[in-house]
C-alpha cells in the first residue's frame, strides 16, 4: 500500500474500537506499512494525523516489539504532537514503553529502549505535564515518568513538585491519578 493509500484509508478510522483494530491489524500484518503511518502520524497539523496515532497506539498495544525499529523517528518527533486527539494515543505510547521497560517480562523492549529514546519521552511527559493539555495525557506521563524516576533521581522531585502546584486546579481524575503516585513514590 502507497503513502497515499495508506492516508486515504485513514478517513475511515474513527472512534470505534473496531475501526481502529482493524487498521491496527493491517499495519501489524504489513510492517512496511509503520514508517508511512508514522509519516502521517507527524504530520502534525493535519486532521489525519490523529487518527494515525489512535491506529498506531492500538498496533503499540497489540504488539509493543514492532516499534522497535521506529524508536528513533517516534522519540525524536513525538514532542512535535500538539492536536489534542492525537497527544493522548503518543502519550499512552510513552507509558506502553515505560511498562514494558520496568516490566517483570523480559521483552526486547528492554534493551531496544535507550536512554536517547527514554529522555526523549521524559521530556515529552513532562511538557504534557506543564502544559495546558487535556487530562489523559497527563494521567499517562505521570505513569511514564514515575516509572522512569526509578532511573533518573532527578525526576521524582520535579514530579511532585508539579503535582503538588497543579493538584487544586486540575480535575478528579488528574487528583485521582495524583495521589495514587505520590504515595507510590513517597513509599
Known amino acids: 500500500m502507497t503513502l497515499d493509500a495508506l492516508y486515504k484509508e485513514l478517513n475511515y478510522v474513527n472512534h470505534s474500537r473496531e475501526k481502529r483494530l482493524y487498521y491496527a491489524n493491517l499495519v501489524i500484518e504489513n510492517p512496511d506499512l509503520i514508517p508511512k503511518l508514522l509519516d502521517i502520524l507527524f504530520r502534525v497539523d493535519d486532521k489525519i494525523s490523529p487518527r494515525a496515532a489512535w491506529v498506531f497506539e492500538f498496533m503499540c498495544g497489540k504488539n509493543l516489539e514492532a516499534i522497535i525499529p521506529y524508536l528513533d523517528v517516534f522519540t525524536q518527533n513525538l514532542h512535535r504532537v500538539h492536536l489534542d486527539s492525537a497527544e493522548r ?33 521524559i521530556e515529552a511527559c513532562f511538557d504534557w505535564m506543564i502544559n495546558d493539555v487535556k487530562v489523559a495525557p497527563k494521567a499517562y506521563s505521570m505513569n511514564a515518568l514515575y516509572l522512569f524516576g526509578q532511573d533518573y533521581d532527578w525526576i521524582y522531585p520535579e514530579l511532585i513538585l508539579i503535582l503538588e502546584r497543579d493538584f487544586q486546579t486540575q480535575s478528579a481524575a488528574f487528583k485521582a491519578r495524583a495521589r495514587h503516585i505520590l504515595k507510590k513514590i513517597k513509599k
Do not use: D, F, R
Not at 510513552?94 to 514494558?100: F, M, P, S, V
Not at 531496544?112 to 529514546?117: D, F, G, R, T, Y
Open 89 to 121: 494515543p503518543v502519550a499512552k505510547i510513552c507509558e506502553y514503553l515505560a511498562k514494558a521497560y520496568y516490566g517483570k517480562e523480559n521483552t526486547k523492549i528492554k534493551t531496544a529502549l535507550l536512554p536517547k529514546h527514554q529522555e526523549k519521552i
